[in-house]
Nanobody
Framework: LQLVESGGGSVQSGGSLRLSCAGS????????IGWFRQVPGKEREGVSC????????NFASSVKGRFTISRDNTTTAVFLHMNNLQPEDTGVYYC????????????????????WGHGTRVSVSS
């Protein structure tokens, strides 16, 4: 199973981006999807996730109020909407999913996620 991220880019502080996560040859509507980011020299950080049940979302405290996550049931993609971006949001963003359907609230720790995309780079300048 392969996940493909897109939508990264370079923006100025205060700007917005929308990241997309799509499955290559399969749909995401039955899977928990997590978004993570990584900066060189730091551990991968959970940013947001969306659960299967009721599309319940979870956010890291650093992005709460600025980022939202949603599913598009038409295209079966999962989007990370990032608003009011700040330089500390710079990094490579990855989407990930567990190996099986999980009928419980999603978690931001990476341990339950098995399949990962190759990442999309986000750069925010001040």
């Amino acid at each position: 199973l392969q996940l493909v991220e897109s939508g990264g880019g370079s923006v100025q502080s205060g700007g917005s981006l929308r990241l997309s996560c799509a499955g290559s040859g399969f749909t995401l509507d039955s899977y928990t999807i997590g978004w993570f980011r990584q900066v060189p020299g730091k551990e991968r950080e959970g940013v947001s996730c969306i659960s299967v049940q009721d599309d319940r979302a979870n956010f890291a405290s650093s992005v709460k109020g600025r980022f939202t996550i949603s599913r598009d049931n038409t295209t079966t993609a999962v989007f990370l909407h990032m608003n009011n971006l700040q330089p500390e949001d710079t990094g490579v963003y990855y989407c990930a999913m567990p190996a099986a359907v999980m009928l419980k609230p999603c978690e931001l720790g990476p341990g339950e996620y098995v399949y990962w995309g190759h990442g999309t780079r986000v750069s925010v300048s001040s």
